[in-house]
Every structure is written in C-alpha cells, then in structure tokens.
C-alpha cells in the first residue's frame, strides 16, 4: 500500500507507518569550521593537499525502509565571508557540475528512493520575475540555478540569505527556506507510492511549510543534543 514520509534535513524519526525525517531548517549563524551542519556533506570544496574533495558529497539515511540521500552544497562565494585560518588548503569550486554528479550516483549507485539538495546559499533570482537579486556579491547566490539545473533531487533547502521561503516551484522541483537563527522550522512533506513490496518508491506530491518557533515550543532533545 502508499505510505507517506516528511522531509527535511537532519533528524530522522520513524512512527509506524508513517517516516519522518525531520531536520532543523532554520539559518544559523557562524563561518565555516563554526557550523558543522552546514558542512556535514559537502560537495564541492577541494583539499589542494590531497587533490581530491574535502567533505564526503553526500550522507545517505533509512527512515522507515525508505533510502534518503542528502546532498550537501554551499556558496563558492564562502572565501569572502570566513577568516583565512579557517580555510587554509581549501579551494570552493562552483556547485552545479559536482551537485549534478552526486545526484547521479545517488539515484543509480546508491538506489536512493529520495535525494534531497541541502545548500547554504540563497535564491539570486526573484522566482516571480526571475530578476536577478540587486547588489549581489559575485558567486554568493545559486539557489536557483541549482533547483533549475540540477535534476533528479524531489526537494532544495536553502538558506544564507535569512528569508523564508514557504514553498516554491523552480523548474518543477519543490525550494523552501526556513528563515534566520533558529527562528523557524521548516518541514517538508513527500508522498511516495509503490504497487507492490518489490517495485521502487515514486515520489508523488511534494509540499512544505515553515513554521515560527516560540518560547512555547519546549526544546527537541535530539535536535539538542
């Protein structure tokens, strides 16, 4: 029969027939080396001393029999933002080619059943007007050219530029952004459909919200932790 599973970002629960996959999607603060979050599966940031890439491309989770590979990308424009000690050896490439590979040997290497685009960077364009975002710095924005190039991924969860972002469609493919510092949280819903226990999973809807965090709200102990 269908089954249903929620998606986000980091912390993987699983309630009977029902998976959830529950990540907090909300900015935070901090450069690289201070945010592990933001670094945990990156894609596109090369070692010179070794020539190869720094950060695996890409962590892969079973919520509830169901294979998610998560993709991890952010901002060549990083240099400019973070202290040079916190860099040293390090060269960040642009993301599309690298996102687009590991797309591609999740989906048929790995057989994952969802791949979902984590990037800390934002949408440099209006997704209205498609207008480019005023006073750019060069290389900071590539949220959608990678909702737009990138194919294969069932949902984009940006970030970098604090703005929520509830749910748009770029190209077909599901963006949301869940604002700034821990402000809110934002959720993804996926509902995937099989005919039988042996035929691969389909993703059939993809919706998201972002939700204010209140003082209210008591503290997830494993997002704590």
Known sequence: PPTAFSASAATFASRGARSSVRPVTGSRRGGFGQSPSSVCAEARVWSASFGRPAFDGSVIRRVGGIKVGIVG???????????????????????IEPARREVERLRKIEN?????????????????????????????????RLAEQVRGVDAVILGHTHVV?????????????????????????????????????????????????????????????
């Not at 990308?73 to 973070?82: D, E, G």
């Not at 996926?190 to 503290?219: C, G, H, K, Q």
């Open 73 to 95: 990308i952010c901002a060549p424009a990083l240099p400019m933002f973070t202290d040079t000690t916190k860099r040293m050896g390090l060269t960040f490439t642009e993301p």
């Open 112 to 144: 994952c059943d969802v791949v979902v685009l984590v990037a800390h960077t934002g949408l440099e364009r209006d997704v209205a007007t498609r207008a480019e975002r005023a006073y750019e710095t060069p290389n900071e924005n590539w949220g959608y």
């Open 165 to 225: 972002v509830g749910q748009q469609k770029i190209s077909g493919q599901l963006v949301t952004q869940a604002g700034r510092n821990g402000e809110n949280l934002g959720r993804i819903e996926l509902r995937l459909e099989r005919p039988n226990d042996r035929s691969v999973w389909t993703v059939m809807d993809a919706t998201s919200r972002v939700m204010a965090i209140a003082d209210s709200i008591p503290e997830d102990s494993t997002v704590a932790a």
